[in-house]
Nanobody, 123 residues
Framework: QAQVVESGGGLVQAGGSLRLSCTAS????????MAWFRQAPGKEREWISC????????NYADSVTGRFTVSRDMEKNTLFLQMNTLKPKDTDMYYC????????????????WGRGNKVTVAS
């Protein structure tokens, strides 16, 4: 079973930046679609970004567009989420998602989930 792990979260002041990283054991991110989600307690998991299998297509939720950027380093088998101009409403648990079969940039058909990484933005 593949294990997907997010890192890079923590506490930041409003207006600051963080970069989340996503890595995995026994699972390659090469030529696979990926996505980022976030979730607050008692809330549905929210899709915030995706990247398709060859990095030619990237999309963002309205809540983060213009502030967040998804990218990938295939040599290091790592997915990134650069988060700029952070706001208190961005405080959430952030999850990395891997799509083994569906190569499109979307929120659907997730096969593997990371354990989550907390981001806290102070006002």
């Amino acid at each position: 079973q593949a294990q997907v792990v997010e890192s890079g979260g923590g506490l930041v002041q409003a207006g600051g930046s963080l970069r989340l990283s996503c890595t995995a054991s026994e699972l390659s991110f090469t030529w696979r679609a990926m996505a980022w989600f976030r979730q607050a307690p008692g809330k549905e998991r929210e899709w915030i970004s995706c990247i398709n299998w060859n990095d030619s297509d990237k999309n963002y939720a309205d809540s983060v567009t213009g502030r967040f950027t998804v990218s990938r380093d295939m040599e290091k088998n790592t997915l990134f989420l650069q988060m700029n101009t952070l706001k208190p409403k961005d405080t959430d648990m952030y999850y990395c998602a891997v799509k083994q079969k569906d190569g499109t940039c979307s929120r659907h058909n997730v096969d593997f989930w990371g354990r989550g990484n907390k981001v806290t933005v102070a006002s």
